[in-house]
């Protein structure tokens, strides 16, 4: 008896076609049960009987009757009761939250704490949770708390508490500012000082000792703040470590010449320091070297943004990209941005453009995209190529091109039976998704050897007698 692949199986779970007694089928071979949860055509009966088998894929579900919910609330595994938690709805019963509010697992309430569905009072209450996991989660992730629960947070007892109260990083925007009164407290308080350096009166705050304190943290976060001495951003210039250094490069008060060398040692390769420094800290600062490129590529500048004619032909693509993000680029500037060697720069003229985006200009924008971070965007997301581009695609030398020839809704059978047949793997899985493939061709994309196309395939058009076969051979 053949065993269906794994990924097949989650394609027919996935499947929004899929008949009622298939359904019935998968969920009685207990398998997938995370795909088959997310389903919003689910039957009590088949509800029924997933929980007994996974309750807490059922509890992330989104589609879930109340009645259900209101079952799995008192679920006795925490993970359930931290999924309903995850995928409350809008409308969510008050008495649910009320419930979790005072669950006896910290986790729930941890989840509770993180929630923007969490009803104002219930969050606010959890300021004074007994778990200070709780009330760190509350810190971070609730950024635009009420002042006095704020208060409560930066003086929590319990020092991870405010250390998440007053961090240099929080889970959401904006991100808060501690009250004037409290920030010489937070500076005293190692745990604080960095998230309070870039919001300290220089008047009356020793600026020197700051700017050489052991904490990365602190002095990065020293040199954001507006009223730094030009003295002192001169010695942070010079800071070892990069992400240090980059943070003054983005200051509006740097000058040009002193951008230009930060920029280069920034950007240029990384110089090992000399034998008189430990291995641990040239590991790391081999490690900042490396990280600095990702901060780098997502700098913003604010200040170039708003102001952006004089840096239009700046040396620097992060200051000619935040040029190009400005919403009132005369057309002719614009223009000059779009045709930028620097690709990120060009997408950023693209995104404010109030015109549309011509088809050369797309897709040499797609062509030349390499984002610094993995991701699933890209430029033809955002820039739709036409129909005669996305044909002429199929036959591309490079297959991330070919991925976007399946697009066409209408692609000719032949140029479909070339893509489903590619070499490259992400090419056929892009052409399992078409819904102009036919039952032959899907046949085969199901046996294809890659899991990922085999899931693909398992799609709306694939006909149910084809499924239905498949699951008999398997004795499912």
């Not at 929004?16 to 997310?38: I, T």
């Amino acid at each position: 008896m053949p065993d269906l692949p794994y990924e097949l199986l989650a394609g027919l779970a996935e499947n929004p076609a899929l008949p009622a007694d298939l359904v019935d089928r998968l969920v009685a071979a207990r398998h997938r049960a995370h795909e088959l949860a997310k389903r919003p055509d689910l039957t009590e009966a088949q509800l029924d009987a997933l929980i007994a088998h996974d309750a807490h894929a059922v509890a992330l579900s989104r589609h879930l009757p109340k009645p259900v919910r209101r079952r799995l609330a008192a679920h006795p595994d925490p993970s359930v009761r931290t999924a309903l938690v995850i995928s409350a709805a809008p409308d969510e019963d008050p008495d649910l939250f009320e419930r979790f509010a005072t669950d006896p697992a910290p986790k729930v309430r941890k989840q509770l704490a993180q929630s923007d569905r969490t009803p104002t009072d219930l969050r606010a209450g959890l300021a004074h949770d007994p778990d200070p996991d709780v009330r760190a989660a509350l810190a971070q992730w609730w950024t635009t708390a009420p002042e006095p629960v704020r208060r409560t947070l930066l003086t929590d007892p319990e020092g991870s508490v405010r250390a998440a109260a007053c961090a240099t990083y929080f889970r959401r925007l904006p991100h808060p500012v501690p009250p004037a009164d409290l920030v010489p407290a937070l500076l005293a308080d190692p745990l604080t000082r960095a998230g309070a350096a870039a919001h300290c009166d220089p008047a009356t705050t020793d600026l020197e000792r700051l700017a050489t304190d052991p904490d990365p943290d602190v002095r990065r976060a020293l040199a954001t703040h507006p009223g730094l001495p030009a003295a002192l951003r001169g010695r942070l210039a010079a800071d070892p470590l990069a992400r240090i250094r980059l943070v003054v490069l983005a200051r509006p008060d740097t000058p040009a010449a002193e951008r230009a060398a930060l920029h280069d040692s920034i950007t240029g390769p990384f110089e090992p320091p000399g034998e008189d420094v430990d291995e641990e800290t040239a590991f790391e600062l081999e490690m900042d070297h490396i990280g600095v490129g990702i901060e780098l590529w997502m700098l913003q500048l604010p200040w170039v943004t708003a102001d952006p004619l004089p840096h239009l032909d700046s040396p620097h693509p992060v200051f000619r990209r935040a040029a190009a993000a400005s919403p009132d680029l005369p057309a002719e500037a614009r223009a000059r941005l779009l045709a930028d060697p620097d690709n990120e720069v060009a997408l950023a003229a693209a995104a404010g453009s109030p015109d549309p985006i011509d088809p050369v200009t797309a897709e040499r924008l797609d062509r030349e995209h390499r984002p610094v971070k993995r991701m699933r965007w890209r430029p033809a997301d955002a820039y739709p190529l036409p129909v005669e581009t996305l044909r002429r695609l199929a036959d591309d030398p490079a297959p991330r091109m070919r991925l976007l020839a399946p697009r066409d809704p209408d692609l000719p059978a032949d140029l479909l039976e070339r893509l489903a047949g590619d070499p490259e793997e992400r090419v056929r899985r892009a052409a399992a998704s078409h819904p102009a493939l036919t039952p032959a061709l899907l046949r085969a994309l199901l046996d294809d050897p890659s899991p990922s196309v085999q899931r693909a395939a398992a799609n709306p058009a694939l006909p149910a007698d084809e499924i239905r076969a498949r699951l008999d051979a398997a004795g499912l």
